[in-house]
């Protein structure tokens, strides 16, 4: 039951990707496919995986309890949270966050998910911005 109703899900998300991605307007076009066409084949891969969990979900019996339910919304309540401080406080501040919360959710103690997910924001914030050349913000901590 729980495989059908993440695939429902994950086909009606494919659905609003597909659709954001049809809308992009760009008055030039700097690669070969364009910037729709990644987003575009992203959907129409999630689309075939979920229409395939719809017709052959998995047989277990696994049910979440209580601490489980607790567990996803908080993982979703930190990454709504990321959305909010990605621009303002920089890719830095914000993956040390959402990367500290999440590793202390899968059990890692406190200090040691600190350690691993600062490691994680600098080595991240600098592959992106120096080796991929990518527009990272900065934040305003850093001085963006």
């Not at 307007?25 to 959907?43: M, T």
């Not at 709504?80 to 990605?86: D, H, K, Q």
């Not at 202390?104 to 350690?115: I, Q, S, T, V, Y």
């Not at 924001?121 to 990518?134: N, T, V, W």
Request: glycine fraction near 10%.
């Amino acid at each position: 039951m729980y495989d059908r109703i993440f695939a429902g899900t994950l086909l009606l998300l494919s659905g609003l990707i597909a659709w954001t991605a049809v809308g992009f307007d760009v008055p030039f076009q700097y690669e070969p496919l364009g910037p729709k066409a990644f987003p575009v084949i992203l959907s129409i891969l999630l689309a075939l995986t979920a229409g395939w969990l719809l017709v052959k979900p998995s047989r277990n019996d696994w049910h979440p309890d209580r601490s489980v339910l607790m567990k996803l919304l908080a993982g979703l309540a930190t990454m709504t949270l990321y959305a909010v401080l990605f621009e303002s406080a920089g890719f830095i501040v914000a993956t040390f966050l959402v990367g500290t919360v999440f590793s202390w959710l899968f059990g890692e103690k406190p200090w040691r998910a600190a350690a691993y997910s600062l490691a994680l924001s600098l080595c991240g914030y600098f592959l992106l911005k120096d080796l991929l050349q990518l527009n990272v913000p900065a934040g305003a901590l850093l001085g963006g």
